[in-house]
């Protein structure tokens, strides 16, 4: 039976699970440590920080918690599955098991989607394969009166989606991705994606990259281009004429998707389908990330004619 009145150093039982998870081979483990204790205690890392230093103790139910997180964070269970939280640019939102993580690089292309939103008067702008709504909730807070879509097909995933974008009012639709919203063909202004993309095959160098959903990372065929094939046949029917696209994708992948987009052919093994047609988008520019690393196209859908 446990004393609950036994209280233990927090700076101890960080240094504890600093070496747990610097053991674990963990690339950041004091940071993730205090992330973790900051957790059980409700409060912010510089004050996890500081208590250490002035010696707080925790009682035997808050030394459990964090032990029983840090042993979890260990076998390289994402941090933000463990706190149940994750930032990406000025929002915070709520993930967990089943939902697709967000990362750093993600935050340019939802910045060059909400760039182009800002420049339509009344901006309609749809978010297909939005996972966690990362992107089109950064759309809904940084572009005050744009009536914002997010399309997610994984039940899983949208139950997520839901929880961060109902508060902001998007509109979440449960659905295929290639034929949503046909009540909004040719009307978006903006189209911006991050669907899955990774070639089949290629395993995440990352442990906790392997514990996202396989169905949110792969996209299909040895080049991965089925997926943002799709994508880019969805926002050319979505989009109205002078609209923008924007489509995160590998660093492998920005000729393949520069040649969908001019030729409505692409090159490879997932982008061959002919289902775009020529001459349907144009200023296509692929862009990098804040790594230096090809990893998103923007281009600008013509008043072409899809064919049917």
């Not at 070496?19 to 950041?28: C, K, Q, S």
């Not at 990259?209 to 089925?226: N, S």
């Not at 409505?264 to 997932?270: M, R």
Request: hydrophobic residues 45%.
């Amino acid at each position: 039976m446990t004393d609950s009145t036994q209280t233990l150093s927090l700076e101890s039982l960080l240094r504890s699970a600093t070496e747990l998870l610097r053991a674990a081979d963990v690339d950041t483990p004091r940071a993730d440590a205090e992330l973790l204790a900051a957790h059980v205690l409700g409060a912010s890392r510089g004050q996890v920080s500081a208590w250490a230093v002035s010696g707080r103790q925790l009682d035997a139910v808050q030394s459990v918690d964090l032990r029983r997180l840090a042993i979890s964070r260990s076998t390289r269970t994402p941090l933000q599955y463990l706190t149940g939280t994750t930032a990406f640019r000025t929002v915070d939102l709520k993930v967990g098991h089943g939902v697709f993580l967000p990362r750093p690089e993600t935050e340019v292309v939802a910045g060059a989607a909400i760039e182009a939103a800002r420049g339509a008067a009344q901006p309609l702008v749809i978010d297909l394969c939005t996972g966690s709504g990362a992107i089109a909730a950064s759309v809904a807070i940084e572009v005050p009166g744009a009536t914002v879509h997010a399309v997610e097909a994984d039940p899983e995933a949208a139950w997520w989606a839901a929880a961060n974008l109902e508060p902001l009012g998007v509109r979440l639709h449960v659905a295929d991705a290639a034929t949503a919203l046909p009540e909004l063909d040719g009307r978006a202004d903006v189209v911006v994606s991050n669907p899955p993309y990774v070639p089949d095959g290629r395993v995440p160098a990352q442990a906790e990259a392997r514990r996202d959903p396989e169905r949110a990372l792969y996209g299909g065929g040895a080049d991965g281009m089925r997926m943002p094939t799709v994508v880019a046949a969805a926002a050319a029917r979505l989009l109205r004429p002078g609209g923008t696209f924007v489509m995160e994708h590998d660093e492998t992948q920005g000729g393949l998707v520069a040649g969908l987009l001019q030729d409505g052919t692409g090159a490879g093994s997932g982008a061959g389908s002919g289902e775009l047609g020529a001459g349907l988008f144009t200023a296509i520019e692929t862009r990098d990330d804040l790594t230096g690393r090809p990893r998103y196209t923007v281009a600008v859908r013509t008043d072409g004619t899809m064919a049917r």
